[in-house]
């Protein structure tokens, strides 16, 4: 396809009517491509969460064991001079050995309380092993399961061991005594975290390693075998849950530098920033910093505590670097282990990445265990130098003239970095690495609302940017920023915390905890607000709420019903559907909420929002309206009258166009259902009796035989394209039926064939279709009966049987139900079906006879005379008896009987219910059924897979976790249609370039005018006979309609693409097709003649066909064997359906809303026959069955609308088309074949045409002023406007030249001179000018 060069650089100054109609493709509205349409109703799949800490710790105790022994030195070890003294700062030898031990030591524990406070602190100098083993096990006991420190400096023993061990001295200080490691760990027990600061501390880490490995295999065998030696000994306490800290690694020496304190590693891990400082100042660089002395250093004003002082700041910086490298070296587990379940193990691992960069410059190498990844080159230590080197050049002038600090620029340029992450970066990358800076920089005023905005902007790329931003710990950071009454954080905190409620809602917990509710009720109820951070706040307050009682207290207090009723009526729809789902969350199953509601007529104000626009906010009224009267509380008369009130309501949306609507309907009413069972099941009997008494007159049996579609089953036919089970279309209605049911029957007791006559059988449920059908057979009451149901209740009166008044109510639900059971959309009448069952199968078994033994085969035995259980039931309102003592409540499992001893057989059996055939589809022959009523019981496993528990109080659409989805994925990206560069959006412009090829060239040929049509460049035989055709307007694809399926050929290349059922019942046909987008991403909506409309995506492209959405378009069609089935009109222009047919009115859908907007009478007794609409002129112009024509204007009410009405067809019109110019005429067809031409202004015919009688189908050329007849008498002519025959075509070319069969329908291609023709013989041909205008 070549893409004409003039095309794509065509100016756009004076537009040609071809350009403008290019520029329109842009412009047209798309119908059916909402989310709604296009995805699943479903939540997402939930991310499992592992930020949250399983198990916060703490360290309560430490043990400080030094073996210093001042003034001695160990013999493994020679010593340079002069040396390394320094222990906690303090030079040992500038006072007594005994004072310099003991200062030592205290110093150390200040050391360690700046870290950790609140722990007990207990010393041990220069011990013995008693001493060691006597700290140890007091601080273990006392500490329970918490976590112990043990910190050992060994600078005045001698070396760890290779065999374990280390020392300590005797009692009078004459020997080193080695101290097993072994032992350490029994006394220390686990969880602990060890700290070794002496030579050769690898060694101990490896021992460590190998006792603890031999205390799990003792741990083990003690398990295995209880009578060994090692299970009566007590057990070694497992060290799983042990760290440790070692200064260097097996063979290396600590670092003897007499410019660096002896305890190098103590000084890293507890005063970072002093030695960070010194290390520095020692580095050749710090020459760079004129002025800085290692004595100016001593002197940095401020406390590390306090951020907004030099050195405050400067611990802050270091806290976010090392975290910062933390979490991007460290793999996720370790890093939420090690960094954020325990504030000291937290920093002494900060500071421990400091000690593996300074350490190392001296050839000494840290090890911990677990390991960590090296970090000691890491980048963000060259930030780390940059900020110590701004504080220190400022040192001097701040200490000697006093200046002020100026603050350092550190966390202002690590927000810019993650926002040029932010903005510039590729959808998948690495995630960036400043997000734990960004949660440090929420703790500072200064740069909080920067830092809260960017942190919004990364949350909103999805569940993964919230996933990342909980493991890094923004938790507790957001929810401690609720506390905060600035305004300007508000749509900030409400954005961030949508985000985390829509990945994770297991926060409800905490927000009512720490009262965070109350900040977004306030946002809820400030009206300054703008509309979506409302909605925001209150999809938060939905989500607390959410099945979570301490949340609905909490809310209800706060006065969440009163604040969200004020707000049902606001003009963002998604603030209206949010508010509706979060009402009917909060008084789903909690009484007080229900009453608060009831007290301010919550229900009366949301019936506004069941007649709303958007079909998303109707569901959500729905769904809140089912809770409010789903509470399974006791009820009194005024809780019942209104639930009755809501129910007739809520049955007002029973031919919703949505079926996102009427699925929610049905768990609404399913609601309703569970409340009110006993009256349900006494409807549900009443109806079962009335259907056996009834056979309704089929259409499809009563058909004359001519009109019979041939049986689909012949060998000659090809097998249907399975469908997407994403819709989970029935392969056939009928399949709906009791196939499976009926094998069933086959089986007796040991499985074998036991005698069983067809006979028996209705013949409806015989003629089943042989495709597949879903598990929905065990169904007590198949489609078939459903469906008879329904059509028997409108034929009779049911209330005047039933007796009492108020049951009105139920038997009206009933039908509603009924209705939604044969809903065209799948997935409704699925629901309802449920429903309808679940009832049933209640009332079948606590009305069922007794169960009468027949030692035959199965045989149709006299209705039983009804038992002492089956007289209960009339009895309105009481439940009926159940048979066994569990409560009636659907959400109970169906009640097992006490089971008892079974005989080793059983005879088969015969259900004893009404001897008539119809009955038969109605309950499944299996004995599964009826014999274990509470005299016999059956065995446990021999509950029937159908019947289990049809409804649940779980009966759920995923509405509003699909709605929940909108928050988590992302807001402020551009969608894809709008994103120039996207492939959606290439595609687009690849088919309005194709539209434009088309229409061009078509009408260069339209132009020079057709004078013959009979090139047949089409032949096939359609799988069925075609009763619609209808040209896709722009690629090469016809849609051909027989009964109940649709084939799509090719007819360029002359190949099928696709064949697949429609899904509409057996007594009904397809009568109508269009093609919605045409223009874009076509859809295909068909319409039978019982008043459904659906529509599928997905065909003729190797996909499987998927049904988008599927409605009544009129709800009052019978269908009858020689009417004109129902007829529709699309305008893509303006998204609005016109449809009529078998009834007095045509109704106007529109599709953007999914409602119906006009019902206009068309003022005739019969059917109308033909529709065609102009979107400029609002003008709709219906033919009729009684040869009548007539004009609406739609923008006038219902009575002045039909502006004009010509009655000079004596007969049935068989087309009606106006033509869509701003003059354009109507052009009228009778079945007597007189063509009539009308200007709608003048009251008169202004030209008229004879064509052949006996007319079947006829179509008019929209371009080319063509008009083609098709006749019974087996021949198309082809007229032009003036009504001269250009073409005769009676015989297919080709093999031998057959004739044509008796046409039975044909359309013109909008744009090009080509006519398709479908024939009684199942062929199906196009015809196209000559050759060489083509």
Same mark, same amino acid.
């Given at each position: 396809m070549k893409m004409d060069s003039d095309l794509l650089h065509s100016p756009a100054v004076g537009l040609t009517e071809e350009e403008e109609a290019d520029m329109n493709d842009w412009k047209l509205p798309l119908a059916f491509m909402k989310k709604r349409h296009s995805e699943k109703i479903e939540g997402s799949k939930a991310l499992a969460q592992s930020w949250r800490m399983k198990d916060r710790m703490k360290t309560v105790s430490v043990a400080l064991v030094l073996c210093l022994n001042v003034g001695v030195d160990p013999p493994d070890v020679v010593k340079t001079s002069p040396c390394a003294r320094l222990e906690c700062w303090i030079d040992p030898l500038s006072m007594s050995p005994q004072k310099a031990l003991e200062t030592i030591g205290a110093s150390l524990q200040k050391q360690y309380e700046n870290w950790q406070p609140r722990a007990r602190y207990k010393q041990s100098l220069d011990p013995t092993v008693d001493e060691v083993k006597k700290l140890c096990t007091s601080l273990r006991r006392n500490a329970k399961e918490e976590r112990v420190l043990f910190h050992y400096n060994g600078h005045g023993v001698p070396r760890p061991t290779v065999n374990g061990e280390i020392w300590v001295f005797n009692k009078n200080y004459t020997q080193y005594i080695p101290l097993s490691i072994y032992d350490l760990q029994t006394w220390m027990g686990s969880p602990s975290i060890?700290?070794?600061?002496?030579?050769?501390?690898?060694?101990?880490?490896?021992?460590?390693?190998? +006792?603890?490995?031999?205390?799990?295999?003792?741990?083990?065998?003690?398990?295995?075998? *209880?009578?060994?030696?090692?299970?009566?000994?007590?057990?070694?306490?497992?060290?799983?849950?042990?760290?440790?800290?070692?200064?260097?690694?097996?063979?290396?020496?600590?670092?003897?530098?007499?410019?660096?304190?002896?305890?190098?590693?103590?000084?890293?891990?507890?005063?970072?920033?002093?030695?960070?400082?010194?290390?520095?100042?020692?580095?050749?660089?710090?020459?760079?910093?004129?002025?800085?002395?290692?004595?100016?250093?001593?002197?940095?004003?401020?406390? =590390?505590?306090?951020?907004?002082?030099?050195?405050?700041?400067?611990?802050?910086?270091?806290?976010?670097?090392?975290?910062?490298?933390?979490?991007?070296?460290?793999?996720?587990?370790?890093?939420?282990?090690? #960094?954020? /379940?325990?504030?000291?193990?937290?920093?002494?691992?900060?500071? #421990?990445?400091?000690?593996?960069?300074?350490?190392?410059?001296?050839?000494?190498?840290?090890?911990?265990?677990?390991?960590?990844?090296?970090?000691?080159?890491?980048?963000?230590?060259?930030?780390?130098?940059?900020?110590?080197?701004?504080?220190?050049?400022?040192?001097?002038?701040?200490?000697?003239? !006093?200046?002020?600090?100026?603050?350092?620029?550190?966390?202002?340029?690590?927000?810019?970095? +993650?926002? &040029?992450?932010?903005?510039?970066?590729?959808?998948?990358?690495?995630?960036?690495?400043?997000?734990?800076?960004?949660?440090?920089?929420?703790?500072?005023?200064?740069?909080?609302?920067?830092?809260?905005?960017?942190l919004g902007r990364f949350l909103d790329l999805g569940p993964w940017a919230v996933s990342l931003a909980l493991s890094v710990g923004i938790f507790p950071y957001v929810l401690k920023l609720l506390q905060s009454s600035a305004r300007e954080l508000r749509p900030l905190l409400v954005f961030i915390w949508a985000k985390i409620l829509a990945v994770d809602s297991s926060c409800q917990a905490d927000l009512v905890k720490d009262n965070g509710h109350k900040y977004f009720l306030s946002v809820l109820a400030d009206s300054y607000m703008p509309a979506e951070h409302r909605t925001m706040a209150v999809f938060i307050l939905a989500v607390i709420v959410n099945s979570y009682n301490t949340g609905q207290e909490a809310c209800l207090q706060g006065n969440l019903i009163a604040n969200c009723l004020e707000q049902l009526s606001d003009p963002h729809p998604l603030l209206r559907q949010w508010v509706a789902i979060c009402l009917g969350r909060i008084w789903q199953n909690f009484e007080p909420a229900r009453w608060c509601g009831v007290r301010d007529s919550a229900h009366e104000k949301l019936y506004t929002l069941l007649s709303d626009p958007i079909p998303e906010v109707r569901c959500a009224a729905v769904f809140a309206l089912g809770t409010f009267v789903g509470n399974s509380a006791e009820r009194t008369d005024h809780s019942t009258t209104i639930d009755h009130n809501v129910a007739m309501m809520l049955a007002q949306l029973?031919?919703?166009?949505? *079926?996102?609507?009427?699925?929610?309907?049905?768990?609404?009413?399913?609601?309703?259902?569970? /409340?009110?069972?006993?009256?349900?099941?006494?409807?549900?009997?009443?109806?079962?009796?009335?259907?056996?008494?009834?056979? &309704?007159?089929?259409?499809?049996?009563?058909?004359?035989?001519?009109?019979?579609?041939?049986?689909?089953?012949?060998?000659?036919?090809?097998?249907?394209?399975?469908?997407?089970?994403?819709?989970?279309?029935?392969?056939?209605?009928?399949?709906?039926?009791?196939?499976?049911? =009926?094998?069933?029957?086959?089986?007796?007791?040991?499985? !074998?064939?036991?005698?069983?006559?067809?006979?028996?059988?209705?013949?409806?449920?015989?003629?089943?279709?042989?495709? !597949?059908?879903?598990?929905?057979?065990?169904?007590?009451?198949?489609?078939?009966?459903?469906?008879?149901?329904?059509?028997?209740?409108?034929?009779?009166?049911?209330?005047?049987?039933?007796?009492?008044?108020?049951?009105?109510?139920?038997?009206?639900?009933?039908? &509603?139900?009924?209705h939604l059971a044969a809903d065209p959309f799948p997935e409704v009448s699925d629901l309802a079906m449920k429903v309808l069952n679940s009832i049933a199968y209640k009332a079948t078994m606590n009305a069922r006879p007794q169960r009468i033994l027949d030692s035959g085969s199965l045989t149709q035995s006299a209705p039983a005379s009804p038992t002492s259980k089956g007289t209960h039931i009339h009895q309105a309102g009481g439940s009926p008896p159940m048979p066994s003592a569990s409560s009636s409540s659907l959400t109970n499992e169906v009640p097992k009987p006490p089971a008892r001893e079974q005989t080793a057989t059983r005879p088969p059996y015969t259900p004893t219910l009404g001897g008539q055939a119809p009955h038969s589809h109605q309950f499944p022959r299996t004995r599964k059924m009826f014999d274990k009523g509470p005299e016999q019981a059956g065995e446990d496993g021999d509950e029937p897979g159908g019947h289990r528990n049809y409804i649940s109080a779980a009966l759920q659409t995923g509405l509003c976790d699909w709605s929940a989805k909108y928050f988590a994925q992302p807001v402020m990206k551009i969608p894809e249609e709008h994103d120039l560069e996207s492939q959606v959006r290439m595609e687009r412009q690849w088919r309005f370039l194709r539209n434009t090829r088309v229409r061009r060239q078509s009408r260069g040929i339209t132009q020079r005018g057709v004078s013959r049509l009979d090139d047949q460049i089409f032949i096939n035989r359609n799988p069925g006979v075609p009763s619609v055709v209808k040209f896709h307007p722009f690629n090469t694809c016809i849609a051909v309609a027989d009964k109940d399926s649709i084939c799509f050929w090719d007819w360029e290349k002359g190949e099928r693409l696709d064949y697949f059922y429609n899904g509409n019942p057996r007594y009904t046909r397809i009568t109508a097709m269009e093609y919605l987008n045409g223009h874009d991403c076509s859809l295909l909506l068909t319409a039978t003649d019982d008043g459904a409309l659906r529509i599928w995506k997905n065909f003729a492209d190797q996909k499987n066909p998927e049904m988008v959405t599927a409605w009544q378009g009129l709800s009052d069609m019978l269908p009858t064997t020689r009417g004109a089935g129902m007829v529709v009109d699309w305008e893509q222009e303006t998204g609005l359906l016109m449809t009529s047919g078998d009834v007095r009115v045509v109704r106007i859908w529109d599709t953007d809303r999914e409602m119906k907007v006009q019902d206009i009478p068309t003022g005739a007794d019969s059917c109308v026959t033909s529709l065609s609409c102009d979107s400029q002129r609002s003008l709709i112009v219906a033919g009729l069955g009684d040869g009548s024509v007539r004009v609406f204007d739609r923008r006038m009410g219902p009575n002045e609308c039909r502006v004009m009405t010509y009655r000079e067809h004596g007969a049935w019109v068989v087309k009606a088309h106006l033509q869509k110019e701003t003059d354009g005429h109507i052009i009228s067809v009778s079945v007597n074949g007189d063509v009539r031409f009308f200007e709608p202004r003048s009251p008169d015919s202004i030209n008229v045409l004879q064509t052949v009688k006996g007319l079947t189908a006829l179509d008019i050329h929209p371009q080319a002023n063509l008009f083609a007849c098709g006749s019974m008498n087996q021949f198309i002519a082809v007229y032009n406007a003036n009504g001269d025959v250009i073409s005769n075509i009676k015989y297919y070319d080709g093999f031998m030249g057959q004739r044509i069969g008796a046409i039975s329908c044909l359309a013109f291609h909008p744009h090009w001179p080509h006519l398709a023709v479908g024939s009684n013989d199942y062929y199906m041909s196009i015809y196209s000018a000559e050759k060489r205008l083509r």
């Open positions: 060890f700290v070794y600061d002496c030579s050769n501390a690898g060694i101990i880490v490896k021992s460590f390693k190998q +006792f603890a490995l031999q205390r799990e295999q003792e741990l083990e065998v003690a398990a295995i075998n *209880p009578s060994h030696p090692l299970a009566q000994m007590p057990l070694p306490p497992s060290m799983k849950n042990c760290i440790q800290l070692a200064a260097c690694e097996a063979s290396e020496l600590l670092p003897m530098n007499p410019d660096l304190p002896a305890d190098l590693f103590t000084s890293c891990l507890t005063t970072p920033i002093k030695i960070a400082l010194r290390w520095f100042c020692m580095q050749k660089s710090a020459k760079l910093v004129p002025g800085v002395t290692l004595d100016l250093i001593e002197k940095i004003p401020g406390r =590390l505590n306090d951020r907004r002082t030099p050195l405050g700041e400067l611990n802050w910086i270091f806290t976010a670097i090392t975290d910062t490298i933390a979490w991007n070296v460290l793999p996720r587990d370790l890093f939420q282990k090690l #960094f954020r /379940q325990d504030l000291l193990v937290a920093s002494l691992f900060r500071n #421990f990445l400091l000690a593996e960069r300074i350490m190392r410059s001296y050839n000494c190498t840290p090890v911990s265990s677990p390991r960590l990844p090296p970090t000691y080159m890491h980048a963000m230590w060259q930030a780390w130098d940059l900020a110590v080197d701004i504080c220190l050049s400022q040192l001097p002038t701040i200490i000697e003239e !006093g200046t002020a600090f100026r603050h350092s620029p550190f966390f202002a340029e690590q927000l810019t970095a +993650f926002q &040029v992450w932010l903005t510039m970066g590729v959808e998948n990358r690495n995630p960036p690495e400043q997000l734990p800076i960004v949660l440090q920089v929420l703790l500072s005023q200064v740069h909080r609302l920067r830092a809260l905005d960017l029973i031919n919703d166009g949505s *079926p996102v609507v009427r699925k929610e309907l049905v768990v609404a009413l399913s609601h309703l259902v569970v /409340q009110y069972e006993s009256n349900f099941c006494t409807v549900a009997l009443q109806f079962i009796e009335e259907e056996k008494n009834y056979t &309704v007159p089929s259409p499809a049996n009563t058909a004359e035989p001519g009109s019979l579609t041939p049986v689909r089953d012949s060998p000659a036919i090809p097998r249907l394209r399975s469908v997407n089970s994403y819709t989970n279309i029935r392969a056939a209605t009928t399949a709906r039926n009791l196939n499976k049911s =009926l094998q069933n029957l086959n089986l007796n007791e040991e499985g !074998g064939p036991a005698a069983f006559s067809p006979g028996n059988l209705s013949t409806s449920s015989s003629t089943s279709s042989t495709l !597949g059908s879903p598990d929905n057979d065990e169904y007590i009451l198949s489609f078939e009966t459903i469906d008879k149901m329904r059509r028997v209740s409108s034929y009779s009166s049911l209330n005047s049987l039933i007796g009492v008044s108020f049951n009105s109510v139920y038997t009206q639900i009933w039908r &509603v139900l009924l």
